[in-house]
T-cell receptor, first 113, second 116 residues
Framework: GESVGLHLPTLSVQEGDNSIINCAYS??????FIWYKQESGKGPQFIID?????DKRQGQRVTVLLNKTVKHLSLQIAATQPGDSAVYFC????????????FGKGTLLTVNP | NAGVMQNPRHLVRRRGQEARLRCSPM?????VYWYRQLPEEGLKFMVY????????ESGMPKERFSAEFPKEGPSILRIQQVVRGDSAAYFC??????????????FGPGTRLTVL
């Protein structure tokens, strides 16, 4: 079946470094992608999104890159802080759905002080 | 403006009992979504509801699971005759409308169900 998956299950970085979390998706019909942050014991929190008509979008300290050719999505976090430690999920609107999100398995980001 | 609220936050049931999970969407939101998360997994879509209507339940098991979103009150996810495999975190999300500007779904804190 079609799915969204992540290359790295864990990532450990030093405080102040930049972090890059990668995600591969397989449903070429998906046209909306979201990154969520989930802290322990909490629900997913929206970070940033991007539509398929874009290849890059920037937020505050975060940048999402979309490469539709290879169906790859990445989240870049600049100057990573201890508060960024969490599990990060990429999600896609399944096959262009207006509401159904398909999540990847997640990457655990640990920021060392 | 309070966020999405879910209760209980933790629920323990013995095999064969019923579990009722409640979700109050954000104020002004009329669309509710339920997801299930197994340990170390991503969230899996279960069901999408609007007030008094089930729009899409394609991700929900055909037996033992049901969901509703009545005209008044919270949305309820009901699991009858629970089994150990039902142990998971159940998340509710809400949005103001389908196809809203960013399709953004706001998630609640989840209910962690443990079946003994």
């Amino acid at each position: 079946g079609e799915s969204v998956g992540l290359h790295l299950p864990t990532l450990s970085v030093q405080e102040g470094d930049n972090s890059i979390i990668n995600c591969a998706y397989s449903n070429s019909a998906s046209d909306y992608f979201i990154w969520y942050k989930q802290e322990s014991g909490k629900g997913p929190q929206f970070i940033i999104d991007i539509r398929s008509n874009m290849d890059k979008r920037q937020g505050q300290r975060v940048t999402v890159l979309l490469n539709k050719t290879v169906k790859h999505l990445s989240l870049q976090i600049a100057a990573t802080q201890p508060g960024d430690s969490a599990v990060y999920f990429c999600a896609e609107n399944s096959g262009g759905s207006n509401y159904k999100l398909t999540f990847g398995k997640g990457t655990l980001l640990t920021v060392n002080p | 403006n309070a966020g999405v609220m879910q209760n209980p936050r933790h629920l323990v049931r013995r095999r064969g009992q019923e579990a009722r999970l409640r979700c109050s969407p954000m104020k002004g939101h009329s669309h509710v979504y339920w997801y299930r998360q197994l340990p170390e997994e991503g969230l899996k879509f279960m069901v999408y509801l609007q007030k008094e209507n089930i729009i899409d339940e394609s991700g929900m098991p055909k037996e033992r699971f049901s969901a509703e979103f009545p005209k008044e009150g919270p949305s309820i996810l009901r699991i009858q005759q629970v089994v150990r495999g039902d142990s998971a975190a159940y998340f509710c999300a809400s949005s103001p409308e389908q196809g809203a500007r960013n399709n953004e779904q706001f998630f609640g804190p989840g209910t962690r169900l443990t079946v003994l």
